[in-house]
């Protein structure tokens, strides 16, 4: 398995959730990581990646102030701590891997890797 995403669930409106993704070596090294979401009957959006080389980050607005990504190099492990959740979080979030280049943009096309979705609800 190249990815895998952990850490969904049900949480209250302004509650938090801890989302993870495991990576292989190989992918941590050569790439950058993007979460990405699709809630029921939308498409597919990326939320927010990072570089593991540099610690580069990038959030869509919606999440900017409540969305942090981060990443444990030697556990080869990306996080994102999801804050202030609101209904309109609820989606199935994915991890994905693609070139550095593109994780200012998040391109669904350019994703070479992805990672088994898990499931985030926020609802009352």
């Known amino acids: 398995v190249q990815l895998q995403a952990s850490g969904g669930g049900r949480v209250q409106p302004g509650g938090s959730l801890r989302l993870s993704c495991a990576a292989s070596?190989?992918?941590?090294?050569?790439?950058?990581i993007g979460w990405f979401r699709q809630a029921p009957g939308k498409e597919r959006e990326g939320v927010a990646s990072i570089s593991p080389d540099d610690g580069n980050t990038y959030y869509r607005n919606s999440v900017k102030g409540r969305f942090t990504v981060s990443s444990d190099n030697g556990a080869n492990m990306v996080y994102l701590q999801m804050d202030s959740l609101k209904p309109e979080d609820t989606a199935v979030y994915y991890c994905?891997?693609?070139?550095?280049?593109?994780?200012?943009?998040?391109?669904?096309?350019?994703?070479?890797?992805w990672g088994k979705g898990t499931l985030v609800t926020v609802s009352s």
């Open positions: 994905g891997a693609l070139r550095r280049g593109w994780r200012l943009t998040l391109p669904l096309n350019r994703v070479h890797y």
């Open positions: 070596r190989l992918i941590f090294d050569d790439y950058a």
